[in-house]
């Protein structure tokens, strides 16, 4: 075209693009689903736009949001439309291609190992997974800040940019137009697209229309002659009415036999049913529901269901509904990035209206792996979304939140009968049926997924601490190479004990032949083991637990009950350990002691009260260097 400006894609946008169109990859579906999802996010941020500004949405079909899937079979062109907030020339620029998303690198990656393509949402880059099933795709759009353009590509590296002089003026919104590849020819089928966009739109909020075939009766005159009127005007939903009055005139002047014939007329289905799954009541949403909802929330549609969610309503100062899930898994680095970017997996609805989900603030960072969604009815509709982040209710209504996530893992936990209990719980778990053998094990899938999360709950989270505190697992000298709780432990403390006895150290086989550990175990004592270096911070913020003092078995101050004899030791070696302190100079040690913590050792060096252990040394030293 005479005005199209070329531009190279990015080149990671470039090496996902060839990877996609080169992909073996059988489940192509994907591609449709990214696309309705595009469609209802644009369709969401005109809708947010309006609530301040009702000029916005303009007037006629204009104020229509919804979407439309055409199917041109001659062409071989499926085209899918939204009436969305649509794109500048510049948008069309930077986001189909010259700026590259921080998941666009992450996804390459994991598609050269042997990532899940149907993934790809997660990632950002959604989009191009039309390069899974076309060649060539034309986007159009209309933005109220500009002209039409269109943005177009042979995913040969490079796309053109044109001002639209040619095509039908779209008013606001985009529509993609896919060019389907030879083998892609399943998606020539209305009903495999019914099917699918059913599937992948059944909590889209806007209306999915099919331009779909109907097969009619139609009356015609049995003289052939006669009936090329008919076939002509049989593209609308009308034509029945208008051919069967002909035929009426056409009676009364020959009376012509009539014959019937199958004829085709075309009009917009409506595929979806935009009932929102959180306002209907918990127990009239079957699990199988809450299912295909996370997966649509998550843009994951893999068969894993989601470990654990809850719904419900809260009442009061402030009014809402929402839907928490905890996920089958993890998303990609949640420790790294992900956890420093601070991504709160929440989508924020006022009165059914979508605001955002990119607060930050309605669940604490150590949450973000849960998926979720809230609907407020207190929170204004009509302000700015920086005013918003700064109401109110919104403390309340993330503390609520909180509670009722934390409320969910528990119940989790409660679930779990994989776990080390005391011996007359652990019989009532092997004798349950099989609906429990499903649950079994899904706190210790949930610590291993999540755990961390948890840990740092504790430290950053001191209103909740205590509550965390109960969903820590742990292994201990006792526990068999299973998990246990702090409940558990405190369970099978020995009369007279009065602290929980932890060690720390890099991993279980050293630390059970510490020195520390000779008289622990020797009397019989559970001590915990942790071997992940936050559990080392995790410990500064856990200083107690149900009026139970923790104490780390390598730092001075264990205490293993009153011996007699302890008082008449000390006594009796007062001379040498004095002399042992001079001996070793006060810049080595800070004190020389009898101790009663050791069994075969003659001695071991210890870390005061509020020194580094040993363990914290070697943690700070690897980050050091
Ligand atoms: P994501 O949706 O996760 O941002 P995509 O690759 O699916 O990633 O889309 C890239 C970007 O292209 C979107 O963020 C959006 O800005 C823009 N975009 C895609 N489709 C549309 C559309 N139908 N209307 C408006 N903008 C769109
Ligand atoms: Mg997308």
């Not at 607060?359 to 509709?381: A, E, H, I, Q």
């Amino acid at each position: 075209r005479d005005n199209a400006e070329k531009f190279e894609f990015q080149a990671e946008v470039s090496r996902l693009m060839d990877i996609l169109v080169n992909s073996l990859y059988s489940n192509k579906d994907v591609f449709l689903r990214e696309l309705i999802s595009n469609a209802s996010d644009a369709l969401d941020k005109i809708r947010f736009l309006s609530l301040t500004d009702k000029e916005i949405l303009g007037e006629g079909d204009n104020t229509k949001l919804e979407i439309q899937v055409k199917l041109d079979k001659e062409k071989k062109i499926l085209s899918i439309r939204d009436r969305g907030i649509g794109m500048t020339k510049e948008d069309l620029i930077k986001n189909l291609g010259t700026i590259a998303k921080s998941g666009t690198s992450a996804f390459v990656e994991k598609m050269q190992t042997s990532g899940d393509l149907s993934l790809i949402g997660q990632f950002g880059v959604g989009f191009y997974s039309v390069y899974l099933v076309a060649d060539y795709v034309e986007v159009i759009s209309k933005h109220n800040d500009d002209k039409q353009h269109v943005w177009e590509s042979k995913a040969d590296g490079a796309f053109a940019i044109s001002e639209d002089t040619w095509n039908e003026p779209l008013g606001r919104g985009t529509e993609i137009r896919l060019h389907l590849r030879e083998e892609a020819g399943e998606y020539m089928e209305e009903s495999k697209l019914k099917d699918l966009v059913k599937k992948y739109s059944e909590f889209i909020n806007f209306p999915i229309n099919l331009w779909a075939s109907k097969g009619i009766d139609v009356e015609v005159p049995a003289n052939e002659d006669e009936s090329t009127d008919e076939e002509e005007s049989s593209d609308s939903s009308s034509s029945d009415e208008e051919d069967a009055e002909k035929s009426e005139d056409e009676d009364g002047e020959k009376k012509p036999k009539t014959k019937t014939i199958k004829e085709t007329t075309y009009d917009w289905e409506l595929l979806n049913d935009v009932k929102a799954i959180w306002l209907r009541s918990p127990k009239d949403v079957t699990d199988e529901e809450y299912t295909k909802f996370y997966h649509s929330l998550a843009k994951d549609f893999g068969d894993d269901k989601p470990m654990a969610w809850s719904h419900f309503t809260a009442e009061g100062d402030v009014e809402f509904k929402a839907v928490l899930f905890v996920p089958p898994r993890a998303p990609h680095d949640l420790y790294g990035s992900y956890y420093n970017s601070h991504k709160s997996n929440m989508k924020l609805f006022v009165r059914r209206v979508f605001i955002s989900d990119e607060f930050d603030d309605l669940l604490p960072k150590y949450l973000n792996f849960l998926m979720g969604l809230l609907d407020s009815d207190t929170l204004p509709l009509n302000v700015s979304r920086e005013m918003l982040q700064q109401h109110n209710s919104l403390k309340t209504i993330k503390k609520k939140l909180i509670r009722k996530a934390l409320d969910m893992i528990r119940k989790l936990a409660e679930e779990d009968p994989d776990e080390i209990h005391d011996k007359d719980k652990k019989e009532d778990a092997e004798k349950s049926g099989d609906e429990e053998d499903e649950k079994k094990g899904q706190y210790t899938k949930f610590w291993n997924e999540f755990g961390k999360s948890i840990k740092l709950g504790i430290i950053e989270d001191a209103t909740n601490r205590n509550r965390l505190a109960k969903l820590l697992r742990f292994e201990s000298t006792k526990s068999d190479g299973k998990l246990t709780s702090l409940d558990h432990y405190i369970s099978r403390m020995k009369p007279g004990q009065k602290d929980i006895f932890y060690i720390t150290g890099a991993n279980k086989e050293q630390m059970e032949k510490s020195p520390f550990l000779e008289r622990l175990k020797k009397k019989n004592y559970e001590v915990i083991l942790f071997t992940d270096p936050v559990d080392e911070y995790l410990m500064h913020y856990l200083m107690d637990y149900e009026d139970k003092k923790f104490q780390n078995v390598s730092k001075e101050g264990l205490k293993l009950g009153k011996d007699s004899k302890d008082k008449e030791l000390k006594e009796s070696f007062k001379e040498l350990t004095k002399w042992w302190k001079t001996a070793l100079a006060s810049e080595n040690v800070e004190d020389v002691k009898i101790s009663n913590r050791l069994d075969n050792s003659p001695c071991i060096v210890v870390t005061s009260k509020y020194g580094w252990s040993a363990n914290m040394e070697r943690i700070m030293q690897s980050q050091t260097l």
